[in-house]
């Protein structure tokens, strides 16, 4: 894309193409914002096509972010826009379900790489450019399962839980800059996200009881836009949920969540 007069304001959002990404792009666009949006298949194509209906000009970028040209990809992308970025949400991210020794190592770097390196390659690349411009918005979606073990998803946990501290740490460094940090914690969201982390045959594969995307980006999205520092995303029980994890011992949390994400007996 060549530089152009355009003078609505910039946005980024990883994983734009689906669930929760998609829901915020969606917010972004209704208020004016044109978008860089990211997803690993072609369905990044369609969703721009929906997106653009809201008036704002939309550019996807299919690449796949657990590669370091995949995330260099999307930094090119923006960087050939010629405009400054004024909001950068790092969305795109993967769980994989079932017990850690019984998955392949490579499975489990992959999703380090997605979820991790991804974002600290873009935070790192973009940021900068951002301080220059005056300032921006970030939002980090991170996750509830940052405040809890999450076995069967035993990396999907500390993978949030980097994010968040992250995401605290340099919002410190950043004070003065202009650029806000916003962390996101949604609790269970009805999405693909399950299902594709290969956790149909557990609690985790009903997505009956779990939030809805359009609410849990609706709260992110305000927090984000309301300068706030971090947010759990979800209903009443999932709000409890977060002040529950403060009260409980790891090892408490850690046996309820086992009960939820191992799979039922028979599958
Ligand atoms: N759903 C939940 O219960 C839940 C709860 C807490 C936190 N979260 C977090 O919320 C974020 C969004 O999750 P979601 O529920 O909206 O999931 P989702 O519906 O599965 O959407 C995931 C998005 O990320 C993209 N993506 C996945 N792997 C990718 C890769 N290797 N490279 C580039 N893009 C990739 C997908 O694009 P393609 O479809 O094209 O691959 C899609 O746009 C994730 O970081 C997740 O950890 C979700």
Redesign the pocket.
């Known amino acids: 894309m060549t530089a152009s007069p355009a003078t609505n304001p910039l946005a980024l959002v990883?994983?734009?193409?689906?669930?929760?990404?998609?829901e915020l792009a969606r917010l972004l666009a209704k208020d004016g914002h044109d978008l860089v949006i990211?997803?690993?298949?072609d369905?990044?194509n369609a969703a721009a096509e929906d997106l653009r209906q809201s008036g704002v000009q939309v550019t996807p970028v299919r690449?796949?972010?657990?590669t370091e040209d995949?995330t260099n990809a999307v930094i090119d992308a923006i960087t050939d826009t010629g405009r400054p970025l004024d909001i950068a949400v790092f969305?795109?991210?993967?769980?994989i379900g079932g017990a850690f020794v019984d998955i392949p190592l490579q499975d489990h770097l992959r999703l380090i790489a997605?979820?991790i390196l991804s974002p600290v390659r873009m935070a790192h690349a973009l940021i900068p450019g951002m301080a220059r411009n005056g300032g921006g918005r970030i939002l980090l979606?991170?996750?509830?399962?940052a405040t809890t073990p999450t076995p069967y998803e035993s990396v999907y946990g500390p993978s949030?839980a980097f994010l968040t501290s992250f995401g605290h740490s340099i919002r410190e460094e950043l004070s003065g800059t202009g650029v806000q940090i916003t962390i996101l914690h949604?609790?269970?969201?009805a999405?693909?996200?399950?299902a594709?982390a290969g956790m149909g045959a557990t609690e985790f594969g009903d997505n009956s009881w779990?939030n809805d995307?359009a609410r849990v980006a609706r709260q992110g999205y305000a927090a984000l836009m309301a300068g706030e520092t971090s947010l759990i995303g979800g209903d009443a029980a999932t709000q409890e949920a977060g002040r529950e994890h403060k009260r409980l011992s790891e090892e408490e949390k850690a046996r309820r969540h086992a009960k939820m994400a191992r799979p039922t007996a028979g599958q």
Do not use: E
Request: avoid cysteine; aromatic fraction near 2%.
């Open positions: 990883t994983g734009g193409s689906a669930g929760i990404g998609l990211t997803g690993s298949s369905r990044v690449s796949d972010l657990a995949g969305n795109a991210g993967i769980a997605l979820n979606v991170s996750s509830l399962s949030k949604p609790g269970a969201t999405t693909d996200f399950h594709r779990k995307p």
